[in-house]
């Protein structure tokens, strides 16, 4: 258990949809990641904040946003879904903004019909 | 560009034979190469970090290894349950923080 949490664990929904992934840090981390895997992409880093303020953006949709709440936990805005949209989203967590390990969480499974 | 690439793509063992698994990197400013192992539908769970070339890590039947261009994982004596799909990623200069993943190494031990 790496002690990040991902809620929910699996989501299904159609296109045109919008849906909120929500993570949890571990204690202390003050950097929360995003990343999509796909089956044909690999793992793909999306967005990062650091303690409330966005970090660093990869190749993430203008359809995608996501937030870091005070508390710390971060969620993750999909919307105007695709059937693209569908694979495994994960969070990570560090301590520091560079070069520190990241710890991941078990993902949410998307599904778009 | 920047890239992280991993080779083999897929890795057959039987149980005790002792194999290694390749990531090459070409990125400016490396900060740190991760090496993560992951289960099918679960997250990437953290191995190894190393820093600098000539860094080695070892932990039970692993060893991760660094050079100025590429890393190696040992997998000495494996066993059935270290079959997993093993990951390496950089964070280097022009990453902000961020890691860049290989596509990964799928292995698979036979008893």
């Known amino acids: 258990d790496s002690g990040v949490t991902q809620t929910p664990k699996h989501l299904i929904t159609a296109t045109g949809q919008r849906v909120t992934l929500r993570c949890s840090p571990r204690?202390?981390?003050?950097?929360v990641y995003w990343y999509q895997q796909s089956l044909d992409q690999g793992l793909q880093f999306l967005i990062q904040y650091y303690n409330g303020e966005e970090r660093a953006k990869g190749n993430i949709l203008e359809r995608f946003s996501a937030q870091q709440f005070p508390d710390l936990h971060s969620e993750l805005n999909l919307s105007s879904l695709e059937l693209g949209d569908s694979a495994l989203y994960f969070c990570?967590?560090?301590?520091?903004?560079?070069?520190?390990?990241?710890?991941f969480g078990p993902g949410t499974r998307l599904t778009v019909t | 560009e920047d890239q992280v690439t991993q080779s083999p793509e897929a890795l057959r063992l039987q149980e005790g034979e002792s194999s290694s698994l390749n990531c090459s990197y070409t990125?400016?400013?490396?900060?740190?190469l991760f090496w993560y192992r992951q289960d099918p539908g679960k997250g990437p769970e953290f191995l190894f970090t190393?820093?600098?070339a000539g860094e080695e890590k070892e932990k039970e039947r692993l060893k991760a290894t660094l050079t100025k261009k590429e890393s190696f994982l040992h997998i000495t004596a494996p066993k059935p349950e270290d079959s997993a799909t093993y990951l390496c990623a950089c964070n280097y200069g022009g990453s902000q923080g961020n890691l860049i993943f290989g596509k990964g190494t799928k292995l698979s031990v036979k008893p």
């Open positions: 204690s202390g981390d003050l950097s």
């Open positions: 990570a967590s560090s301590p520091g903004g560079r070069a520190y390990e990241q710890y």
């Open positions: 190393l820093y600098s």
């Open positions: 990125v400016s400013g490396l900060r740190g």
